[in-house]
Every structure is written in C-alpha cells, then in structure tokens.
C-alpha cells in the first residue's frame, strides 16, 4: 500500500516537474535568466546555484516551479522575459503545455508497445490491424458462462446453421445477437493460440444490465510492431485531446442551458485524480502508464484554457498585449491572476467535497 502510494506521488509529481521543464528549456533556449528551478513547492530545504540559476529541493514533496526574470513584474534587462518578443515569450508559455501532449505520445507508445489490446469504438480510424471483439466480462448464471466462455476470449465470426458473419464491429454483433435470440449460434473463438468453436442460445428475456448472452465486450486491436505502435500513439493522442476538448464543450453546454452537469459526469479534483491513480496501480502497471499517458494529455488541454492563473491565461494576456501594442498593467495581470487562482481554490475545495470525499467514502 505505501509503495503503491509513493508510485502514484512521484508519478503525478514527475508528469509537473517535466511540464515546468518545457518552460526550462525553452527559457534558456532564448536566452531569459532562470533564478530558479525548484523540484517540490516551498519553503526551500536546499539550494545550489549555478550558473545563474538557482537548482533548490523543497519541502512540499509535489510537483516543481520555474521562476524567470521579469515573468511577474516587467523589466527591461537583459535576460529579463518581459523584455523578449512577444512569440518568444508565448514560445516559453507554450513550452509547458506541449510537454504534456509529449509525454502522453511517449508514455502511450510505452504502453503500446507491449502489443498490448487496444480497446477502440466503431467509428475510429481503420487500422491495417484487423480489429476484434474481446469478452472483458463474464456474469455468472448466463448463456455465455454455461456455455465457458472465458474474459479474454476473442470473438471471430457467428455461425447460424450454414450461414457465417464476421465480426469486427460491436454494433453488428451485438445486432446478430439480438436476432438470434432463442436460437442456437455457434461463436467461433480465439483463446490465446486456439480456435474454439462454442454453442449456445442467446436468452430471449434477460436483465437489461446483462444483455441475451452475459457477457461485457469491447473492440480492440493489437499492435503488430513499434512502428505501428508509434502510429497509434499519434493517432490516440489526437482523439484523446479532440474528445476532451469535445467534452468541456458538452459540459459548458450542459451548465449554461440546463444548470447540471451531464447525465454521468462527475468531477474530479486533484484528491479525485490521486485516488483514481492509486486504484489503477493496484490492478495493473500498464493500465497505471497508460492512465499517466491519458492524463497528460489531459493536463495539456486544461492547461491551455484561456483563464488566468493556468498558461492558457498567459497565452490570453499576450494575445491583448499583441492586439493592444502594449502590455497590460503588471499589477492589473496580478489583480486578474490572483482573483482566477483563488476561483480556482475554491472549486477544486468545493469538487473535493461534493464528489471525491462521497467517492472515496463509498
């Protein structure tokens, strides 16, 4: 339990301490001074300087901070941000969210890479490996466990007296099943390096959570080789960056004309996340990276919104500054800044207590 614990805090840790090294990098790529790079949040345990910046461990074992000159109170110095041009400085603020999107990529290759099975909808983009039907579920008293279908089974084809119909789609068999119902099929299977041929009669009445067969399905697919694991992981990072971006807009259309968040969305506050972490590690590794790989780009997304006190704000801030030919008053951004971070305190207080405290006590 406490090694799993220490597993979930360094994670979360490392995915904030590579992020403020995306604003690092690019920092020093265009020459502004970096006073400090911190690993934890403050009150500092120790520091080292060198060169001109400031390499210190923090007492607060979470996350990391990057402190440029002239980031909150412009300066014109050398070396200062404030005195960089505009796209430099919105390169650095970038920096950080793209770091994100970068390792949800590497870490969903990683997991990939285990030709491990991919589970993907219907509509997703036709991959040169052919898609199957994989049981990740078998209730107990059902057709399905009678008959000895095992999670894991793979499903191949239904055959209905002489007439066959593969199936690679879960709309299509579900369908096949509901017509067959009351009738005797034949599933032809793939148990690890078997074929299995299985018989049985889909229910024709059943409880609305099981379904005529008993069984949970998903569609997956399986990675053939690095290089098609390398596609994937684009691929996956794409759609999972357009389906959240698809889902905050869904939820702001939820809560502007219905007052409600939509039917089965809960939020999740950093508890929540931590939480949801720890239960992933203690089933499965892989499923534990491939949530980190998931999350990251997540992060990415929300970090990108323009609200102030997140690098969307920033990137909000340079954007008037551009329209505008000048900056914003330095203690205006800070008034605006301040009043969105403390917005944000107070949801992440309130998403605490309405929802990850009642799920936690479950």
């Given amino acids: 339990m406490i090694f799993i614990f220490i597993l979930v805090l360094i994670s979360i840790s490392t995915l904030l301490i590579l992020h403020e090294l995306g604003h690092f990098v690019l920092a020093k790529k265009f020459g502004v001074k970096v006073e400090e790079f911190g ?22 074992p979470f996350g990391a901070f990057v402190k440029l000159l002239g980031e909150e109170e412009k300066k014109d110095t050398k070396g200062s941000f404030s005195s960089k041009p505009l796209w430099q400085r919105a390169l650095i603020v970038l920096g950080g969210v793209v770091m994100f999107w970068i390792i949800g990529f590497i870490v969903l290759f990683i997991v990939f890479s285990f030709k491990v099975p991919i589970g993907i909808g219907d509509k997703d983009w036709s991959f040169s490996e052919r898609p199957k039907i994989q049981i990740v579920e078998v209730l107990e008293n059902t057709p399905a466990k009678k008959a000895g279908l095992k999670i894991g089974d793979r499903i191949l084809e239904i055959r209905r007296e002489d007439k066959i119909f593969k199936v690679d789609k879960l709309k299509d068999f579900q369908n096949l099943i509901s017509e067959f119902r009351g009738k005797e099929i034949i599933l032809k299977i793939e148990r690890e390096n078997e074929v299995l041929e299985i018989s049985l009669i889909p229910r024709k009445e059943y409880p609305e959570t099981e379904g005529p067969l008993g069984i949970g399905i998903k569609r997956v697919i399986y990675p053939s080789s690095l290089f098609s694991a390398l596609k994937l992981a684009g691929y996956f990072t794409g759609k999972i960056t357009l389906d959240v971006i698809r889902g905050l807009f869904l939820l702001i259309s939820s809560l502007v004309k219905e007052r409600s968040l939509p039917p089965g969305v809960e939020p999740m506050s950093v508890v929540g996340i931590f939480y949801f972490f720890y239960e992933t590690a203690k089933i499965n590794l892989l499923y ?9 780009i997540y992060l990415a997304v929300f970090n990108i919104l323009p609200i ?21 008053s330095p203690k205006l951004e800070q008034k605006i800044t301040a009043f969105f971070f403390l917005v944000l305190i107070f949801l992440v207080i309130f998403v605490t207590l309405r929802f990850d405290i009642p799920r936690l006590l479950k």
């Fill in 39 to 60: 690993l934890g949040l403050p009150p500092r345990i120790f520091g080292k300087k060198i060169g001109d910046t400031i390499y210190s461990l923090n007492l607060i």
């Fill in 288 to 296: 534990f990276l491939e949530l980190i790989g998931v999350v990251a």
């Fill in 308 to 328: 102030p006190a997140l690098d969307g704000g920033k990137l909000l801030f340079l954007g008037i500054e551009a329209i505008r030919r000048k900056p914003l």
